[in-house]
């Protein structure tokens, strides 16, 4: 009975999150701003490009494929990529990416066994690990980036109500996708930042 109605719940995540990453690329690809009423229609015909069954020899959704592949993006990942699409969309901020991207490099390593200790298993309704969590929320909250607290609210209600097969919080939180947008985000940010800082000095240099 649940598994009835997980099947199509998460072809459809896969396939709304295919059609924002095309989305973006094009975005990149485009030296002007493609207005948001475009972007929701193209978005609109990629999902059901990926949802729907569309013959060519392929006997599953497009979605289906990818999600064999990639397996279940974290509640996290998606909301993310989704709300990127959003005309007030802003930068995700450095104060996020880089405890996110220290909690990825501490947590695979122990998680696949190198170490005596497994974070993993505080997935598994661990009282202590979920009250980290609402912490780390409401210092996104103070440090003024509400979307944070939305998303890490909004995946915790997706974990409490066993919205994905599984059941453990940091599939909920976390994947390798996200954890490597983290890590490889940060010396992108630091160089952007330096070379607006020496752009800005060169323009008001004297003379």
């Avoid at 978005?43 to 494929?65: H, K, Q, R, T």
């Amino acid at each position: 009975m649940i598994a009835s109605y997980l099947q199509p719940i998460a072809l459809l995540e896969m396939s709304l999150t295919c059609a924002v990453v095309l989305m973006v690329f094009l975005q990149k690809l485009s030296s002007k701003e493609i207005p948001f009423a475009v972007r929701i229609f193209l978005v609109f015909l990629l999902v059901n490009l990926f949802f729907w069954p569309l013959g060519m020899s392929l006997e599953l959704p497009l979605s289906a494929y990818v999600r064999g592949v990639t397996g279940d993006l974290s509640i996290v990942t998606m909301l993310l990529l989704w709300s990127s699409m959003l005309p007030t969309a802003k930068k995700t901020p450095l104060g996020f990416k880089v405890p996110l991207a220290l909690i990825a490099i501490a947590f695979y390593p122990l998680a696949l066994g190198f170490g005596m200790m497994d974070p993993y298993v505080w997935g598994y309704g661990s009282i202590g690990f979920l009250i980290a969590v609402v912490v780390f929320a409401i210092f996104c909250g103070l440090a003024g980036w509400t979307k944070g607290v939305w998303i890490l609210s909004l995946a915790i209600i997706a974990w409490a109500a066993h919205w994905h097969e599984s059941a453990n919080l940091w599939d909920y939180l976390l994947d390798p996708f996200l954890a490597l947008w983290a890590v490889f985000a940060i010396p992108s940010a630091i160089y952007q930042k330096r070379r607006e800082k020496s752009q800005s000095g060169y323009l008001f240099r004297a003379g």
